[in-house]
């Protein structure tokens, strides 16, 4: 908690989105890993009685499964992938989340998603929580992979990878001593201070390593986070509640 009551001025948030913005209980990160489970099974075709554990493993080791998957050279479509991952996903168990907007909006900082998802995935989350309008861009799977591109074309780039969050610092053209970063992993945690970012990690109220705050849920950051809040007075705030008629666009 120390860095953010040192008169620290943040200029920038940058938030995860799968499991932070909404709480795992939605199930949607279970419909998510069974899409992969059976994406791998018939599209790569591994030993079905392999793949659950190959699945969580590669996952823990790679950052994400399918990052794996590349680095033990399964060769599939990037699109195809995402298409069956998340294209299949029961969305509808997502509802607007109105009290979230105003907070977002209320924030008079720049608001980011960072996310390993991809573009239509994002797109798709933010529509169903009405949160399009809270944030300027979008750091996705394409935004992380393009820059890694002139890197390596044999592993993909994801958080927890520090080189993920260079990326994400360069793309979006922040400071990471200004800039807090919210996640629901741990370990994505341990690497966003790593490269220099105050940290909030989201779901849970056991500070984990690197971790600054921890958060139950994200509607309680006004009451853990006031910092946010510093310097901008009623009239500041009247003026960014109004929702600014603004496209999310993914950073590139």
């Not at 050279?73 to 969305?91: I, Q, T, W």
């Not at 608001?111 to 300027?136: M, P, W, Y």
Request: net charge negative; proline share 4%; glycine share 6%.
């Amino acid at each position: 908690m120390n860095s953010f009551t040192t008169g620290a001025k943040f200029e920038c948030l940058l938030f995860d989105m799968d499991d932070t913005l909404y709480p795992m209980s939605s199930g949607i990160n279970l419909d998510c890993r069974h899409n992969i489970i059976d994406y791998m099974a018939h599209q790569l075709a591994i030993e079905e009685g392999e793949v659950p554990k190959m699945c969580l493993d590669l996952y823990k080791e790679y950052g994400t499964t399918m990052a794996g998957l590349k680095v033990l050279g399964y060769e599939f479509d990037y699109d195809e992938f995402h298409a069956d991952v998340h294209g299949k996903l029961p969305y509808d168990k997502l509802k607007p989340d109105p009290v979230l907007k105003q907070l977002l909006l209320s924030m008079p900082q720049r608001k980011i998603i960072f996310t390993n998802a991809d573009k239509a995935h994002a797109a798709q989350v933010l529509s169903r929580l009405g949160l399009e309008e809270c944030f300027e861009g979008v750091i996705c799977f394409e935004t992380l992979n393009e820059v890694g591109k002139s890197k390596s074309n044999t592993r993909i780039l994801c958080k927890p990878m520090l080189e993920a969050m260079e990326a994400a610092i360069q793309v979006a053209k922040i400071d990471p001593k200004r800039t807090i970063f919210f996640d629901d992993s741990a370990r994505n945690i341990a690497a966003g201070k790593a490269a220099g970012f105050h940290t909030v990690v989201v779901g849970t109220s056991v500070l984990v390593p690197g971790a600054d705050v921890a958060l139950e849920s994200i509607h309680n950051i006004k009451e853990a986070l006031p910092a946010i809040w510093e310097g901008t007075n009623q009239l500041d705030l009247d003026s960014v509640i109004q929702p600014a008629s603004v496209e999310t666009v993914v950073l590139a």
